[in-house]
Protein backbone atom coordinates (compact mmCIF):
# COMPACT_ATOMS: atom_id res chain seq x y z
CA UNK A 1 0.00 0.00 0.00
CA UNK A 2 1.08 3.78 -1.00
CA UNK A 3 0.42 6.60 1.16
CA UNK A 4 -2.93 7.66 -1.00
CA UNK A 5 -4.02 3.69 -0.20
CA UNK A 6 -3.76 4.57 3.84
CA UNK A 7 -5.35 8.43 3.50
CA UNK A 8 -8.34 6.61 1.21
CA UNK A 9 -8.74 3.75 3.88
CA UNK A 10 -8.33 6.26 6.52
CA UNK A 11 -11.73 8.26 5.57
CA UNK A 12 -13.46 5.04 4.62
CA UNK A 13 -13.57 3.64 7.80
CA UNK A 14 -14.58 7.03 8.98
CA UNK A 15 -17.16 7.41 6.96
CA UNK A 16 -17.88 3.21 8.22
CA UNK A 17 -18.05 4.85 11.57
CA UNK A 18 -20.11 8.02 11.14
CA UNK A 19 -22.72 5.50 9.42
CA UNK A 20 -22.54 3.58 12.53
CA UNK A 21 -23.25 6.01 14.99
CA UNK A 22 -25.98 7.22 12.36
CA UNK A 23 -27.63 3.79 12.42
CA UNK A 24 -27.51 4.20 16.41
CA UNK A 25 -29.18 7.46 16.75
CA UNK A 26 -32.25 6.48 14.84
CA UNK A 27 -33.17 3.46 18.11
CA UNK A 28 -33.52 8.00 19.89
CA UNK A 29 -35.77 8.56 16.89
CA UNK A 30 -37.90 5.58 16.87
CA UNK A 31 -38.60 6.52 20.24
CA UNK A 32 -39.96 9.83 19.84
CA UNK A 33 -42.15 9.04 17.32
CA UNK A 34 -45.98 7.67 17.12
CA UNK A 35 -46.82 7.31 13.73
CA UNK A 36 -46.35 3.76 12.06
CA UNK A 37 -45.71 5.23 8.63
CA UNK A 38 -43.10 7.42 9.95
CA UNK A 39 -41.22 4.50 12.03
CA UNK A 40 -41.33 2.77 8.82
CA UNK A 41 -39.33 4.49 7.10
CA UNK A 42 -36.79 5.39 9.89
CA UNK A 43 -36.39 1.57 9.86
CA UNK A 44 -35.64 1.43 6.27
CA UNK A 45 -33.39 4.59 6.80
CA UNK A 46 -31.68 2.38 9.40
CA UNK A 47 -31.33 -0.70 7.21
CA UNK A 48 -29.84 1.48 4.37
CA UNK A 49 -27.14 2.95 6.90
CA UNK A 50 -26.07 -0.72 7.64
CA UNK A 51 -25.63 -1.29 4.24
CA UNK A 52 -23.66 1.26 4.08
CA UNK A 53 -21.49 0.68 6.84
CA UNK A 54 -20.67 -2.86 5.29
CA UNK A 55 -20.32 -1.51 2.17
CA UNK A 56 -17.56 1.04 3.67
CA UNK A 57 -16.02 -1.88 5.18
CA UNK A 58 -15.75 -3.81 2.29
CA UNK A 59 -13.75 -0.67 0.19
CA UNK A 60 -11.35 -0.42 2.82
CA UNK A 61 -10.14 -4.33 2.19
CA UNK A 62 -10.18 -4.25 -1.10
CA UNK A 63 -8.11 -0.75 -1.05
CA UNK A 64 -5.96 -2.87 1.49
CA UNK A 65 -5.71 -5.82 -0.59
CA UNK A 66 -5.29 -4.32 -3.85
CA UNK A 67 -8.77 -5.52 -5.81
CA UNK A 68 -9.01 -2.36 -8.26
CA UNK A 69 -11.64 -4.31 -10.32
CA UNK A 70 -14.16 -5.02 -6.96
CA UNK A 71 -13.07 -1.87 -5.82
CA UNK A 72 -15.24 0.06 -9.47
CA UNK A 73 -17.92 -2.31 -8.59
CA UNK A 74 -18.70 -1.58 -5.23
CA UNK A 75 -18.20 1.91 -5.81
CA UNK A 76 -21.00 1.47 -8.20
CA UNK A 77 -23.19 -0.17 -5.98
CA UNK A 78 -22.25 2.43 -2.92
CA UNK A 79 -23.27 5.18 -5.34
CA UNK A 80 -26.59 3.56 -6.30
CA UNK A 81 -27.44 2.72 -2.81
CA UNK A 82 -26.46 6.63 -2.32
CA UNK A 83 -28.86 7.87 -4.23
CA UNK A 84 -31.13 5.58 -2.96
CA UNK A 85 -30.85 6.33 0.42
CA UNK A 86 -31.30 10.42 -0.32
CA UNK A 87 -34.73 9.41 -1.71
CA UNK A 88 -35.90 7.65 1.35
CA UNK A 89 -34.23 10.46 3.26
CA UNK A 90 -36.28 13.60 1.20
CA UNK A 91 -39.58 11.11 1.26
CA UNK A 92 -39.41 10.68 5.35
CA UNK A 93 -38.83 14.54 5.69
CA UNK A 94 -41.43 15.56 3.53
CA UNK A 95 -43.81 12.79 5.22
CA UNK A 96 -42.60 14.70 8.61
CA UNK A 97 -43.40 18.20 7.10
CA UNK A 98 -47.13 16.51 6.28
CA UNK A 99 -47.59 15.45 9.87
CA UNK A 100 -46.16 18.70 11.33
CA UNK A 101 -48.56 20.56 8.99
CA UNK A 102 -51.50 18.69 10.06
CA UNK A 103 -50.48 18.74 13.46
CA UNK A 104 -50.12 22.46 13.40
CA UNK A 105 -53.66 22.96 11.71
CA UNK A 106 -55.19 20.48 14.50
CA UNK A 107 -53.88 22.63 16.72
CA UNK A 108 -55.01 25.81 15.16
CA UNK A 109 -58.84 24.12 14.99
CA UNK A 110 -58.47 23.29 18.69
CA UNK A 111 -57.35 26.88 19.59
CA UNK A 112 -59.98 28.50 17.39
CA UNK A 113 -63.29 26.04 18.37
CA UNK A 114 -62.12 26.54 21.94
CA UNK A 115 -62.66 30.47 21.47
CA UNK A 116 -66.38 30.00 19.71
CA UNK A 117 -67.02 27.50 22.74
CA UNK A 118 -66.21 29.83 25.36
CA UNK A 119 -67.77 32.92 23.34
CA UNK A 120 -71.03 30.68 22.46
CA UNK A 121 -71.08 29.49 26.43
CA UNK A 122 -71.38 32.83 27.32
CA UNK A 123 -73.37 34.39 25.04
CA UNK A 124 -75.66 30.99 25.31
CA UNK A 125 -76.19 31.49 29.21
CA UNK A 126 -77.34 35.11 29.09
CA UNK A 127 -79.64 34.19 26.37
CA UNK A 128 -81.20 31.10 27.93
CA UNK A 129 -81.37 33.21 31.20
CA UNK A 130 -83.15 36.41 29.63
CA UNK A 131 -86.44 34.38 29.57
CA UNK A 132 -85.81 32.29 32.55
CA UNK A 133 -85.76 35.67 34.30
CA UNK A 134 -89.07 36.92 32.46
CA UNK A 135 -91.07 33.67 33.37
CA UNK A 136 -90.03 34.13 36.70
CA UNK A 137 -91.17 37.72 37.24
CA UNK A 138 -94.68 36.62 35.19
CA UNK A 139 -95.19 34.13 37.55
CA UNK A 140 -94.55 36.86 41.01
CA UNK A 141 -96.92 39.24 39.12
CA UNK A 142 -99.53 36.14 38.69
CA UNK A 143 -99.39 35.22 42.65
CA UNK A 144 -99.68 39.05 43.27
CA UNK A 145 -103.06 39.45 41.26
CA UNK A 146 -104.23 36.51 41.98
CA UNK A 147 -103.79 37.29 45.84
CA UNK A 148 -105.34 40.99 45.07
CA UNK A 149 -107.99 39.20 43.05
CA UNK A 150 -106.97 40.69 39.46
CA UNK A 151 -108.20 37.70 37.64
CA UNK A 152 -108.79 39.69 34.05
CA UNK A 153 -104.10 40.01 34.55
CA UNK A 154 -103.71 36.70 35.26
CA UNK A 155 -104.69 35.28 32.03
CA UNK A 156 -102.46 38.29 30.20
CA UNK A 157 -99.36 37.56 32.13
CA UNK A 158 -100.22 33.75 30.74
CA UNK A 159 -99.81 34.47 27.55
CA UNK A 160 -96.46 36.37 28.25
CA UNK A 161 -95.26 33.57 30.15
CA UNK A 162 -96.35 30.91 27.26
CA UNK A 163 -94.18 33.53 24.78
CA UNK A 164 -91.41 33.10 27.04
CA UNK A 165 -91.38 29.41 27.17
CA UNK A 166 -92.06 29.12 23.26
CA UNK A 167 -89.03 31.27 23.37
CA UNK A 168 -86.64 29.34 25.08
CA UNK A 169 -87.60 26.22 23.61
CA UNK A 170 -86.69 27.75 20.42
CA UNK A 171 -83.52 28.97 21.84
CA UNK A 172 -82.72 25.37 22.86
CA UNK A 173 -83.77 23.66 19.95
CA UNK A 174 -81.54 26.26 17.94
CA UNK A 175 -78.49 25.71 20.51
CA UNK A 176 -78.59 21.79 19.16
CA UNK A 177 -78.90 22.53 15.59
CA UNK A 178 -76.44 24.56 15.85
CA UNK A 179 -73.92 22.43 17.80
CA UNK A 180 -74.82 19.60 15.40
CA UNK A 181 -73.71 21.18 12.71
CA UNK A 182 -70.18 18.48 12.15
CA UNK A 183 -68.53 17.88 8.94
CA UNK A 184 -70.33 17.03 5.82
CA UNK A 185 -71.52 13.98 4.31
CA UNK A 186 -70.82 14.38 0.40
CA UNK A 187 -73.10 13.95 -2.10
CA UNK A 188 -75.25 15.45 -5.20
CA UNK A 189 -77.47 17.99 -4.28
CA UNK A 190 -80.58 19.67 -5.96
CA UNK A 191 -80.96 23.38 -4.87
CA UNK A 192 -83.85 23.76 -7.34
CA UNK A 193 -85.63 20.52 -5.39
CA UNK A 194 -84.61 21.54 -1.93
CA UNK A 195 -86.14 24.91 -2.55
CA UNK A 196 -89.41 23.95 -4.49
CA UNK A 197 -89.97 21.43 -1.76
CA UNK A 198 -89.59 24.26 0.87
CA UNK A 199 -91.45 26.64 -1.01
CA UNK A 200 -94.45 23.91 -0.31
CA UNK A 201 -94.81 24.43 3.24
CA UNK A 202 -96.07 28.00 2.30
CA UNK A 203 -98.70 27.19 0.03
CA UNK A 204 -101.05 28.24 1.87
CA UNK A 205 -99.40 31.61 3.25
CA UNK A 206 -101.04 34.22 1.09
CA UNK A 207 -98.10 36.59 2.13
CA UNK A 208 -95.33 35.00 -0.07
CA UNK A 209 -94.86 35.88 -3.57
CA UNK A 210 -91.99 33.55 -4.32
CA UNK A 211 -90.10 33.44 -7.77
CA UNK A 212 -87.41 30.83 -8.82
CA UNK A 213 -85.96 32.88 -11.66
CA UNK A 214 -84.05 29.96 -13.29
CA UNK A 215 -82.90 26.38 -12.76
CA UNK A 216 -80.81 26.00 -9.79
CA UNK A 217 -77.53 24.50 -9.80
CA UNK A 218 -76.85 20.58 -8.64
CA UNK A 219 -74.21 21.28 -5.75
CA UNK A 220 -71.74 18.94 -4.00
CA UNK A 221 -72.48 18.94 0.22
CA UNK A 222 -74.69 18.00 3.07
CA UNK A 223 -78.86 17.38 1.25
CA UNK A 224 -79.40 17.90 4.96
CA UNK A 225 -77.48 21.04 6.09
CA UNK A 226 -78.26 22.51 2.50
CA UNK A 227 -81.86 22.19 3.19
CA UNK A 228 -81.90 24.18 6.55
CA UNK A 229 -79.67 27.16 4.78
CA UNK A 230 -82.72 27.12 2.36
CA UNK A 231 -85.30 27.02 5.21
CA UNK A 232 -83.80 29.82 7.27
CA UNK A 233 -83.19 32.29 4.33
CA UNK A 234 -86.51 31.74 3.51
CA UNK A 235 -87.96 31.93 6.73
CA UNK A 236 -86.03 34.81 7.69
CA UNK A 237 -87.32 36.88 4.37
CA UNK A 238 -90.95 36.00 5.36
CA UNK A 239 -90.81 36.62 9.10
CA UNK A 240 -89.23 40.43 9.17
CA UNK A 241 -90.65 41.53 5.92
CA UNK A 242 -92.54 44.94 6.89
CA UNK A 243 -94.84 44.39 3.53
CA UNK A 244 -98.61 43.22 2.88
CA UNK A 245 -96.99 40.89 0.71
CA UNK A 246 -92.91 39.31 0.91
CA UNK A 247 -91.96 39.24 -2.69
CA UNK A 248 -89.06 36.71 -2.66
CA UNK A 249 -86.69 36.08 -5.58
CA UNK A 250 -84.66 32.93 -5.56
CA UNK A 251 -81.87 32.98 -8.43
CA UNK A 252 -78.32 31.56 -9.14
CA UNK A 253 -75.35 32.32 -11.51
CA UNK A 254 -72.46 30.81 -12.16
CA UNK A 255 -68.55 30.74 -13.00
CA UNK A 256 -65.57 29.29 -13.66
CA UNK A 257 -64.93 27.70 -10.05
CA UNK A 258 -68.26 28.62 -8.74
CA UNK A 259 -72.30 29.07 -7.93
CA UNK A 260 -74.01 32.20 -6.77
CA UNK A 261 -77.29 31.76 -4.95
CA UNK A 262 -79.12 35.24 -4.49
CA UNK A 263 -82.34 35.08 -1.86
CA UNK A 264 -83.88 38.77 -2.52
CA UNK A 265 -86.44 40.28 -1.26
CA UNK A 266 -88.36 43.36 -1.02
CA UNK A 267 -88.77 43.73 3.10
CA UNK A 268 -87.02 46.73 5.37
CA UNK A 269 -83.28 46.30 4.48
CA UNK A 270 -80.55 46.11 7.11
CA UNK A 271 -78.15 48.68 7.75
CA UNK A 272 -74.49 48.25 6.05
CA UNK A 273 -73.38 48.76 10.04
CA UNK A 274 -75.00 45.16 10.97
CA UNK A 275 -74.41 43.43 7.88
CA UNK A 276 -71.89 41.19 10.22
CA UNK A 277 -73.66 40.88 13.22
CA UNK A 278 -76.63 39.62 12.11
CA UNK A 279 -74.11 36.44 12.01
CA UNK A 280 -73.60 35.77 14.91
CA UNK A 281 -75.07 33.59 17.75
CA UNK A 282 -78.03 34.93 19.24
CA UNK A 283 -77.76 38.39 17.73
CA UNK A 284 -81.12 40.37 16.29
CA UNK A 285 -81.77 43.74 15.30
CA UNK A 286 -85.40 43.68 16.26
CA UNK A 287 -87.17 43.79 20.01
CA UNK A 288 -87.22 39.18 20.38
CA UNK A 289 -90.35 40.66 21.63
CA UNK A 290 -92.08 41.76 18.44
CA UNK A 291 -90.72 38.53 16.47
CA UNK A 292 -89.91 35.78 18.57
CA UNK A 293 -86.35 35.31 17.40
CA UNK A 294 -83.55 32.78 18.89
CA UNK A 295 -81.01 35.39 16.64
CA UNK A 296 -79.66 31.41 15.39
CA UNK A 297 -81.31 30.90 12.23
CA UNK A 298 -78.79 33.00 9.88
CA UNK A 299 -75.56 31.84 12.13
CA UNK A 300 -76.52 28.18 11.24
CA UNK A 301 -76.08 29.47 7.64
CA UNK A 302 -73.15 31.18 7.81
CA UNK A 303 -71.37 27.85 9.58
CA UNK A 304 -73.02 25.57 7.18
CA UNK A 305 -71.92 27.41 4.28
CA UNK A 306 -68.47 27.71 5.28
CA UNK A 307 -68.72 24.22 6.33
CA UNK A 308 -69.29 23.82 2.61
CA UNK A 309 -66.29 25.94 1.49
CA UNK A 310 -68.44 28.84 0.50
CA UNK A 311 -69.30 31.87 1.60
CA UNK A 312 -72.79 34.14 2.39
CA UNK A 313 -73.05 37.70 2.14
CA UNK A 314 -75.84 40.53 2.73
CA UNK A 315 -76.21 43.28 0.24
CA UNK A 316 -78.69 45.99 1.10
CA UNK A 317 -78.86 49.73 2.06
CA UNK A 318 -81.03 49.70 4.51
CA UNK A 319 -83.74 51.36 3.05
CA UNK A 320 -85.44 48.78 0.99
CA UNK A 321 -85.16 44.93 0.45
CA UNK A 322 -82.24 43.01 1.22
CA UNK A 323 -79.71 40.07 -1.05
CA UNK A 324 -78.45 37.19 0.88
CA UNK A 325 -76.02 35.75 -1.48
CA UNK A 326 -74.77 32.47 -1.05
CA UNK A 327 -71.14 30.90 -2.67
CA UNK A 328 -70.91 26.75 -3.48
CA UNK A 329 -67.90 26.02 -5.18
CA UNK A 330 -68.16 23.66 -8.08
Known sequence: M??????????????????L??????????????????????????????????????VALVVVLGKTELLAILSGA???????????????????F???KQLHQNLDDTELKNEELEQFAYITSHDLKAPLRGISSLATFIKEDLQAGKTEDVYKHLDFMQGRIERLESLITGILHYSRIGN???????????????????????????????????????RLQLSQVVANLISNAVKYNDKPVCELVISSIETNDKYFITFQDNGPGIDP??????????????????????????????????????????????????????SCPK
Not at 29 to 58: A, C, E, P, T
Not at 192 to 216: A, P, R, S
Request: aromatic share 12%; net charge neutral.
Open 98 to 100: TKL
Open 184 to 222: IKKESVNLHEIVIDELEEYQNNTNLNCTVKNQLPVVKGD
Open 21 to 58: LSARYTQKIFRLLSDNNLQSNWKKLRVLMLIFFVGYIG
Open 2 to 19: DFYDYIITGLVLSGAIII
Open 78 to 96: IFFMGSLFVFLVVSTGLDS
Open 273 to 326: KYHQKIFEVFQTLNDRDTYESTGIGLSIVKKIVEKHEGNVEVISDGKLGTKFVM
